[in-house]
């Protein structure tokens, strides 16, 4: 992971969680337990950049060698994840949390605020979202970086107005499509592009008229709409457009800037690779395992889901695989220029097509090699790059002396062949030898249920009645901290109101309209897991709220 040539016979001693020692020629200290992986490959522990975490992903995710993960999300259930996974109680990579993206087009002394907050609840770096403006995406610079936060974003505005304005990072390559196009093919030829399917969510886009700040709900919903849905084809189309002069122009600002993009064609260009044939049998075969039937059906749906093709004329098609050809040159033409890229595939967005977890990012690897990236590079793109550009590269990414030990037994050298990262034999993480392989009856002990649904959530009550629960406190407890004071809060609680705990009725108190208070038996939250939180109430006008989550965490 460091760049170096790979070092023959070599002796890692491992004490605790970090390598205490490398290098050839070493005897094992007295009483060490010897692992013998000669002929084998040790790399270190990978990274996804861009990861929509979920309760079944673990085994996934460690099986193919993912060991720390950007988490996209916050709250109790993934700060759960988190502190059960570093506790060693939770299978799962090292999770470095965002808490939440900041998607606002306001005054921006509001946006300074919210990057504020979100500094001070701990976030691990700063994202903006599509109608942040480029004043507001300075000032939110300005905070994180003089926290020492990098701020990337899923940009509305293009490239250069995220650099000149102080963006790190380009997520799913956002701006860049935007700033290697002629005007005349924004302001002529793109309008007259039809919506491809218009069944699907987020692709209204009749028209393009950057940062009209006349429309309402941002500077331009038309534009936010479409960025949304990334895989929309028209995007795609742009990139078949790219006028090859004005990307040198803008590769040469990035690496000066030293601005990264996220690697993430095998999420955005996943119905126009070279390898998606290939992919679909590999995703098929996995989705048949025995083992893996515990991955969600609505999942499985979306994983296979290549119907937007059938909708796409032959010109289309031409034009948006040019898109992805002309991406591969942007690609390889910006590493050797000296440019940086991270490995983020999405995985896995409740909102638009799936990525298979774990699986698509060794993919991406593929895909840059693919594209003119050497191995090294694209290794260390998903390895020692994540880690420094987090600042935690004097901890992790690479195996070295000193630092914590997160390391991959390959039976193939990826160096010569990158698809070798299909064979990871072992996994350890923090100096622990992880279980590798998949196994049906697989549990994630702090589940997280209803996560799986392709629907915004809290918009309705799931009763007949007017009753709903819009938060509960505390949302997370620590195993063994019971009994356990839960207020409910909400619209419409009536006289007859109860808080049902798992399958339990509590006694509850109907402080006012609009909130409840029970007491959780400590009995309840003895073991970590997760308890579903609802109210119900009596007859008549029996029903129940839509339900809530209570995390009990490990101690």
Same mark, same amino acid.
């Given at each position: 992971?460091?760049?170096?040539?790979?070092?023959?016979?070599?002796?890692?001693?491992?004490?605790?969680?970090?390598?205490?020692?490398?290098?050839?020629?070493?005897?094992?200290?007295?009483?060490?337990?010897?692992?013998?992986?000669?002929?084998?490959?040790?790399?270190?522990?990978?990274?996804?950049?861009?990861?929509?975490?979920?309760?079944?992903?673990?085994?996934?995710?460690?099986? /193919?060698?993912?060991?720390?993960?950007?988490?996209?999300?916050?709250?109790?259930?993934?700060?759960?994840?988190?502190?059960?996974?570093?506790?060693?109680?939770?299978?799962?990579?090292?999770?470095?949390?965002?808490?939440?993206?900041?998607?606002?087009?306001?005054?921006?002394?509001?946006?300074?605020?919210?990057?504020?907050?979100?500094?001070?609840?701990?976030?691990?770096?700063?994202?903006?979202?599509?109608?942040?403006?480029?004043?507001?995406?300075?000032?939110?610079?300005?905070?994180?970086?003089?926290?020492?936060?990098?701020?990337?974003?899923?940009?509305?505005?293009?490239?250069?107005?995220?650099?000149?304005?102080?963006?790190?990072?380009?997520?799913?390559?956002?701006?860049?499509?935007?700033?290697?196009?002629?005007?005349?093919?924004?302001?002529?030829?793109?309008?007259?592009?039809?919506?491809?399917?218009?069944?699907?969510?987020?692709?209204?886009?009749?028209?393009?008229?950057?940062?009209?700040?006349?429309?309402?709900?941002?500077?331009?919903?038309?534009?936010?709409?479409?960025?949304?849905?990334?895989?929309?084809?028209?995007?795609?189309?742009?990139?078949?457009?790219?006028?090859?002069?004005?990307?040198?122009?803008?590769?040469?600002?990035?690496?000066?800037?030293?601005?990264?993009?996220?690697?993430?064609?095998?999420?955005?260009?996943? /119905?126009? /690779?070279?390898?998606?044939?290939?992919?679909?049998?590999?995703?098929?075969?996995?989705?048949?395992?025995?083992?893996?039937?515990?991955?969600?059906?609505?999942?499985?749906?979306?994983?296979?889901?290549?119907?937007?093709?059938?909708?796409?004329?032959?010109?289309?098609?031409?034009?948006?695989?040019?898109?992805?050809? /002309?991406?591969?040159?942007?690609?390889?033409?910006?590493?050797? !220029?000296?440019?940086?890229?991270?490995?983020?595939?999405?995985?896995?967005?409740?909102?638009?097509?799936?990525?298979?977890?774990?699986?698509?990012?060794?993919?991406?690897?593929?895909?840059?090699?693919?594209?003119?990236?050497?191995?090294?590079?694209?290794?260390?793109?998903?390895?020692?790059?994540?880690?420094?550009?987090?600042?935690?590269?004097?901890?992790?990414?690479?195996?070295?002396?000193?630092?914590?030990?997160?390391?991959?037994?390959?039976?193939?050298?990826?160096?010569?062949?990158?698809?070798?990262?299909?064979?990871?034999?072992?996994?350890?993480?923090?100096?622990?030898?992880?279980?590798?392989?998949?196994?049906?009856?697989?549990?994630?002990?702090?589940?997280?249920?209803?996560?799986?649904?392709?629907?915004?959530?809290?918009?309705?009550?799931?009763?007949?009645?007017?009753?709903?629960?819009?938060?509960?406190?505390?949302?997370?407890?620590?195993?063994?901290?019971?009994?356990? !004071?839960?207020?409910?809060?909400?619209?419409?609680?009536?006289?007859?109101?109860?808080?049902?705990?798992?399958?339990?009725?509590?006694?509850?108190?109907?402080?006012?309209?609009?909130?409840?208070?029970?007491?959780?038996?400590?009995?309840?939250?003895?073991?970590?897991?997760?308890?579903?939180?609802?109210?119900?109430?009596?007859?008549?006008?029996?029903?129940?709220?839509?339900?809530?989550?209570?995390?009990?965490?490990?101690?």
């Amino acid at each position: 992971g460091t760049g170096a040539a790979p070092q023959p016979n070599t002796v890692i001693v491992v004490r605790g969680d970090r390598i205490e020692n490398i290098g050839q020629g070493i005897t094992p200290p007295a009483g060490a337990q010897v692992i013998d992986v000669s002929g084998k490959y040790i790399l270190p522990g990978l990274w996804d950049h861009h990861q929509h975490y979920k309760s079944y992903f673990p085994e996934l995710l460690i099986t /193919n060698g993912i060991t720390s993960a950007w988490v996209q999300e916050g709250g109790p259930w993934i700060e759960a994840q988190r502190d059960g996974v570093n506790k060693g109680k939770i299978l799962g990579p090292r999770m470095f949390l965002r808490i939440q993206s900041i998607d606002f087009y306001g005054p921006p002394e509001e946006a300074r605020r919210m990057t504020l907050d979100l500094i001070q609840k701990g976030a691990d770096w700063i994202k903006v979202y599509t109608m942040t403006p480029p004043e507001n995406l300075k000032v939110i610079a300005e905070e994180a970086h003089k926290a020492g936060k990098v701020v990337e974003g899923h940009f509305g505005i293009t490239a250069r107005q995220a650099i000149d304005n102080g963006a790190n990072g380009l997520v799913h390559s956002t701006g860049i499509e935007l700033s290697t196009v002629k005007p005349e093919v924004l302001e002529k030829e793109l309008p007259t592009w039809r919506v491809v399917d218009p069944g699907r969510s987020r692709v209204v886009f009749p028209k393009v008229s950057a940062w009209n700040e006349s429309k309402t709900n941002g500077p331009n919903p038309d534009m936010t709409e479409y960025w949304l849905w990334l895989e929309d084809p028209r995007r795609l189309m742009l990139f078949g457009k790219m006028d090859r002069d004005m990307a040198q122009d803008l590769i040469k600002l990035m690496v000066q800037k030293q601005v990264y993009i996220e690697g993430c064609q095998i999420y955005v260009f996943r /119905n126009f /690779n070279d390898r998606m044939d290939e992919y679909y049998k590999e995703d098929l075969a996995l989705l048949n395992d025995p083992n893996l039937q515990y991955i969600p059906e609505v999942m499985r749906t979306n994983i296979l889901d290549y119907t937007i093709l059938d909708k796409m004329t032959p010109d289309e098609k031409a034009l948006a695989k040019q898109g992805f050809r /002309n991406y591969q040159w942007f690609v390889k033409t910006f590493v050797e !220029a000296g440019g940086k890229i991270i490995v983020g595939p999405d995985t896995s967005s409740n909102w638009h097509a799936t990525m298979m977890p774990g699986v698509a990012t060794r993919r991406e690897l593929q895909l840059l090699v693919d594209a003119g990236v050497k191995p090294m590079q694209a290794i260390q793109f998903a390895t020692k790059v994540p880690a420094e550009t987090l600042g935690k590269g004097k901890d992790l990414g690479t195996v070295e002396k000193g630092k914590i030990a997160d390391l991959l037994v390959l039976t193939k050298n990826p160096l010569d062949d990158i698809t070798a990262y299909k064979q990871i034999e072992r996994v350890m993480q923090n100096g622990r030898w992880q279980p590798v392989g998949y196994h049906y009856d697989f549990v994630n002990p702090i589940p997280n249920p209803g996560e799986n649904w392709l629907t915004f959530p809290g918009k309705d009550p799931l009763s007949d009645t007017p009753e709903l629960m819009t938060s509960i406190s505390p949302p997370a407890v620590t195993e063994g901290s019971g009994p356990v !004071a839960l207020t409910v809060k909400g619209r419409a609680f009536v006289s007859t109101a109860v808080i049902q705990a798992g399958d339990r009725w509590l006694k509850t108190e109907v402080v006012s309209p609009s909130e409840l208070r029970a007491t959780v038996p400590a009995e309840l939250v003895a073991q970590a897991g997760t308890i579903p939180i609802q109210v119900v109430h009596a007859k008549p006008g029996w029903g129940k709220t839509n339900s809530m989550n209570l995390y009990v965490r490990f101690k």
